[in-house]
């Protein structure tokens, strides 16, 4: 009797310990089980943050989960990206990764406090965006050829705003500088909304913002668009030149957006988030908001981030590699 209880207890206990094996597996696959947290870069309000919450309410619907937009802008990027890796690589928090923050503040933040290669791992590419080169309208200035004259008469004169040192709004800014031969002063913001309005409110003169965040002000005629640094002219402005059409080069394809995790995020979980992102980007609903958003959409597996990542650090190397834009 004494050997049967002994050997009763001893399945009861190797049962036990396959049932938890089990549950535990179970709720290992179960994500999401939890909210999921889309850290941002860039202030709310502006083009970023807006494609953000889109993926966030259609990803979060199609895998049946609370995906929370945080804003954290600060510091190039900087700031997101260290709050994203201080968290368990789980895919509870997700990075918004732009071309800035994965690309250029290499030039600009040395050392920089993360890896965009190390650190992260590519999930999906969102959107690709074109930007343009606006003025305040009280410059006087309408064309490229006016805003270049006038900036070679008085060097230094006009304040350009941006999104912050090492956004992909300065550098913009400083590649126009270099390749028109003009001298401007920078003038750094918090976030894109704030550039924007400083320019539109005569604080600063000189900003190039992707289009989506100043078209309703141009529309107003509180901005005046010069140019437009897409592929091709934007049928919302088919009077404003491209910037291969007014002589700068390298300038066609600059802005991308994607969703990266913590290096060390399970496959299952960045499989899962990739099969739904694509979706969101086939939905109709989602092609229409971003195409009022002046956005485009980008397809590929979820490797290609990283790839994007390494082909244009090479190309920002080639076009600023020579400018001193380090930010201690």
Request: aromatic share 6%; net charge positive; charged share 15%.
């Amino acid at each position: 009797m004494k050997i049967f209880s002994v050997k009763a207890a001893v399945s009861a206990t190797l049962l036990a310990v396959g049932a938890m094996a089990l549950g535990t597996a179970g709720a290992q696959g179960a994500y999401p089980n939890k909210p999921i947290r889309l850290v941002v870069s860039q202030q709310a309000g502006g083009s970023t943050d807006s494609v953000a919450r889109l993926w966030a309410e259609k990803v979060g619907k199609l895998i049946n989960a609370t995906v929370l937009v945080e804003n954290k802008p600060g510091a190039g990027g900087a700031i997101a990206a260290q709050a994203v890796l201080a968290q368990p690589a789980d895919g509870y928090t997700l990075f918004l990764a732009g071309v800035s923050q994965m690309v250029l503040n290499k030039f600009v933040y040395k050392p920089l406090a993360y890896s965009p290669e190390n650190d992260f791992v590519g999930v999906a590419l969102l959107t690709t965006v074109p930007f343009t080169l606006v003025v305040n309208p009280a410059t006087g200035l309408k064309t490229y050829d006016d805003f270049r004259a006038a900036a070679k008469a008085s060097p230094g004169g006009l304040n350009f705003a941006s999104s912050g040192n090492g956004n992909s709004t300065h550098l913009v800014g400083e590649i126009v500088q270099k390749q028109a031969g003009i001298s401007m002063t920078h003038v750094p913001f918090k976030g894109e909304p704030d550039g924007v309005m400083a320019t539109a409110g005569g604080q600063t003169q000189v900003m190039a913002p992707v289009l989506s965040t100043a078209l309703p002000l141009i529309k107003s005629g509180k901005l005046t668009p010069l140019v437009l640094f897409g592929g091709v002219r934007s049928p919302d402005l088919p009077n404003v030149p491209t910037a291969a059409e007014v002589g700068l080069t390298g300038l066609e394809n600059i802005g991308w957006s994607g969703v990266a995790a913590k290096a060390g995020t399970p496959a299952a979980v960045i499989e899962k988030l990739h099969a739904a992102t694509q979706k969101m980007l086939d939905d109709p609903d989602t092609i229409r908001k971003l195409d009022d958003m002046q956005v485009r959409p980008m397809k590929g597996p979820s490797t290609e981030l990283m790839r994007i990542t390494a082909r244009d650090t090479a190309k920002w190397q080639e076009a600023i590699g020579n400018l001193d834009l380090n930010v201690k």
